[in-house]
């Protein structure tokens, strides 16, 4: 009896003690009010926020990547496009590298994903057509 009273308070030692560095290691956050800027779509693991918004003359949807842990600052966040008129940011990582679909010079539909933190290289990021995007 007494050999399993000691192998409880070791396992009950070993899991308050790994409770508490499970405690210290959560993750902290902090809620922003980004502005109105259009639809946001994604978040990375470093804070940077991607989304789009339509242009200042509204006849673009422009996709745009924010600075980490920093509001939207339009127009110098617009990642571009493919040549085209309009892009749409889909998704990003924790490299900063986006990736969605945009129009291209022809008016097709390609999708693409940029370098880290860069804007879209019609050269080098567009993957192929994608079926059945607008």
């Known amino acids: 009896m007494q050999r399993h009273a000691v192998a409880f308070t070791h396992a009950l030692l070993a899991l308050?003690?790994?409770?508490?560095?499970?405690?210290?290691?959560?993750?902290q956050y902090t809620v922003?009010?980004?502005?109105?800027?259009?639809?946001?779509?994604?978040?990375?693991?470093?804070g940077a926020v991607i989304g789009?918004?339509?242009s200042s003359n509204s006849d673009q949807v422009l996709a745009f990547r924010s600075r980490p842990n920093a509001a939207p600052d339009l127009p110098a966040d617009y990642i571009g496009t493919l040549g085209g008129s309009s892009s749409w940011a889909q998704g990003i990582n924790s490299d900063g590298q986006v990736v969605g679909y945009s129009t291209t010079s022809s008016g097709e539909?390609?999708?693409?994903?940029?370098?880290?933190?860069?804007?879209?290289?019609?050269?080098?990021?567009d993957l192929v057509p994608s079926a059945g995007l607008p």
Do not use: C, E, K, W
């Open 16 to 27: 308050l003690l790994g409770g508490a560095n499970v405690i210290a290691q959560t993750p």
């Open 32 to 46: 922003s009010d980004l502005g109105t800027v259009g639809d946001l779509y994604a978040i990375s693991q470093n």
């Open 52 to 54: 789009i918004t339509t």
């Open 109 to 125: 539909t390609h999708g693409f994903r940029t370098a880290p933190n860069a804007a879209i290289n019609p050269a080098t990021d």
